[in-house]
């Protein structure tokens, strides 16, 4: 067997140390840094040269005590000795505490720190106060542990703040508020330089209620056990949370994000409401995973859920946002949805929007459903006209409520080839429209602006219309199905690849004659000619010169009895002289008119005559019922 490797020996640190109480369980014995002119920590100076060294401090002094364990009395003594007379609040140059130990309550309250503030690894074993302190350099607290409750309200930080892996075990109070007593509201944290807490682990409630950040926030890799509290923050620039872990709620209600704020792989696991808060740039979750039911609401410009996981019910309720669901998970009942008032607090208060004030509207738009299974998902009053729809699953299912509007095609007359072109007024997909915009013999006015949108033609579009249609005829809205019909049959009929040619022409006919049986004017139209048509020709060639009398022809025995009679009928002749006559006309119109009806009017004819009959009650019919089935479609519920 073995022997186990022995131990490592410690690492000394890069200072000269004490050494007190070295032994064989600790070979370093006390870290702490020299007094300048001795041997020992602070601690372990004697009590006349500790109090030599205090009695020459003077306020704005640079101290260096690295690695010093600082009892609660002893601390309280250094900064009795660097108080400054004209404040009655310590105030210190550049202070270095890395690896320092307090043990007790650490009290820094209303302190200054002129220079930098070195809190590195340090440990406070007790409550650490910082309230009222002023950091004008960067104060470091990077891996320090807290052990009590951390006091950070009204605290000014004008340089960078760096809280990156600091662990909180119990409470962080960075906000404004009232604790513990009924003590006067006192001002949040303010953060003026770069606020860093990469890494760090609250284990408690982290309390940033009102609490300023005049720079960039970032939280990445920030672990919350408790209550994360950032209820009317101010984020000046833009707010990182990037794989950070909520284990417990996120309060962001009423908070103000001037740039972007950041989610993005965030894990949320017993969230169940984000918001109402208002972002002027970004709010992207992309990769966040929300592990129980959840409503999210705020005002934004652009929300990114790209491959968003979310695992329970979820309602987002949304403001002038841009929305791109691209490849985000639904597992359950999800409702996207735009608020037309500005959102409201539980106390009546209206939620500002100022933020947002040089909007052009507060419509929420989505931008993507590309990878989605649409089977759960319920949209109302959102505007979807530059949403890509190709590739989303289970479309036919989507629910679709309210006013949700889809592009357009151009208005207006057109002029292609020296020919006049009028696309007849439908809703279109955005995918449509940059296909459409790409064509060599393409029309100025189909839209251009999708982004992200691939190579998609009619082959890919064709199932999405397709989709939609069933979507709204399950929704029981035939008429609102119609428009996606449409645009089904133009895909087909533009298909070059899974559509025949003999398929194109059929529905190129369907299409010119009816517009898919959805345009009655465009059959009545057809009708109109048709029965015109009918008419001239009738009156030209269909028409005899008079109409056949009939004749009886018999003989009369010469003794008498019956006389048998022979009636006979002359066959009409072909018109001549001047056809167009107002008598002419109106027996024209009656057969033309029979004709619709697919009746017979008894007039008699020649021999065009009756093949003009003959295919007007062929085709007429027909066109009556292509007018009729599209007026139908118009109106069925």
């Known amino acids: 067997m073995e022997n186990p490797s022995p131990a490592l020996p410690p690492t000394p640190p890069n200072w000269p140390h004490c050494g007190h109480g070295t032994g064989p369980e600790d070979p370093l014995g006390c870290r702490g840094i020299h007094v300048p002119g001795h041997t020992a920590c602070l601690t372990h100076l004697a009590d006349a040269q500790r109090d030599a060294y205090l009695e020459g401090l003077t306020p704005g002094n640079t101290i260096d005590h690295r690695g010093t364990p600082f009892t609660e009395p002893l601390l309280d003594a250094l900064l009795a000795a660097l108080r400054d007379p004209a404040t009655g609040h310590p105030r210190l140059g550049a202070a270095q505490f890395q690896e320092a130990s307090f043990e007790g309550d650490a009290s820094f309250r209303s302190a200054t720190f002129e220079g930098a503030a070195w809190f590195v690894s340090a440990t406070f074993e007790g409550d650490a106060s910082f309230r009222s302190a002023t950091f004008e350099g960067a104060a470091w607290f990077v891996s320090a542990t807290f052990e009590g409750d951390a006091w950070f309200v009204s605290t000014t930080f004008k340089g960078d703040a760096w809280f990156m892996s600091a662990t909180f075990k119990k409470l962080a109070l960075f906000g404004a508020g009232t604790f513990l007593n009924p003590a006067p509201l006192e001002r949040a944290a303010r953060f003026e330089g ?108 652009r929300l990114n859920c790209r491959r968003t996981r979310w695992s329970s019910t979820a309602e987002l309720r949304l403001r002038y946002a841009t929305v791109d669901f691209g490849h985000a998970v639904f597992e359950y009942p999800m409702t996207i949805a735009a608020e037309a008032e500005p959102f ?46 190709t590739g989303t699953v289970h479309l036919d299912q989507v629910r679709l409520e309210g006013t949700c509007s889809f592009d357009r095609v151009p208005p207006g007359t057109h002029w292609r080839r020296g ?122 060639f269909g028409l005899p010169k008079d109409s056949p009398k009939q004749e009886a022809t018999g003989t009369v025995p010469p003794g008498g009895g019956t006389v048998t009679f022979e009636i006979d009928k002359a066959a009409p002749r072909n018109p001549t002289g001047d056809r167009f006559t107002g008598e002419r006309l109106e027996m024209a119109v009656n057969v033309t008119l029979n004709s619709v009806v697919f009746r017979s009017s008894d007039q008699d004819l020649t021999t065009a005559g009756t093949y003009i009959e003959m295919a007007s009650r062929v085709t007429e019919p027909v066109l009556l019922g292509l007018a009729l089935l599209a007026i139908r479609n118009r109106v069925k519920r």
């Open 419 to 540: 020919r006049p072109v009028r696309f007849t007024q439908r809703r279109t997909l955005a995918e449509e429209h940059l296909w459409r915009a790409g064509q060599p013999t393409a029309v100025r006015g189909w839209n251009v602006a999708v982004f992200s949108a691939g190579r998609v033609g009619p082959a890919q579009l064709a199932p999405v219309y397709r989709a939609l249609r069933k979507a709204f005829e399950d929704g029981k809205n035939e008429p609102g199905a119609a428009d996606f019909y449409y645009g089904e049959m133009e895909m087909r009929r533009h298909d070059t690849t899974g559509t025949t040619r003999t398929e194109r022409g059929l529905l190129h006919g369907y299409w010119l004659l009816s517009g898919y049986g959805l345009r009655a004017s465009r059959a009545l139209g057809w009708l109109a000619a048709a029965m015109l048509v009918t008419i001239v020709l009738l009156m030209g």
């Open 344 to 389: 409201v607090l539980s106390d009546g208060r209206s939620v500002s929007e100022q933020a947002l004030a040089d909007a052009p509207d507060a419509t929420v738009r989505l931008a993507s459903l590309r990878g989605v299974d649409a089977s759960h998902l319920l949209i109302a009053d959102v505007d979807l006209s530059g949403c890509l729809f």
């Open 194 to 301: 770069v606020a860093r807490f990469e890494g760090a682990t609250f284990q408690n409630i982290a309390w940033f209620w009102r609490a300023t950040f005049a720079d960039t926030a970032r939280f990445p890799f920030t672990t919350f056990k408790r209550e994360a509290q950032f209820e009317s923050a101010t984020f000046e620039d833009a707010a990182w949370f990037a794989l950070a872990t909520f284990e417990s709620a996120a309060n962001f209600k009423s908070a103000t994000c001037q740039s972007d704020l950041t989610f993005a792989q965030t894990t949320f696991e017993r969230l169940s409401t984000l918001g109402p808060f208002v972002c002027a740039g970004r709010v992207v979750l992309s990769g966040a995973v929300f592990n129980g039911p959840v409503t999210l609401s705020f005002a934004a410009r």
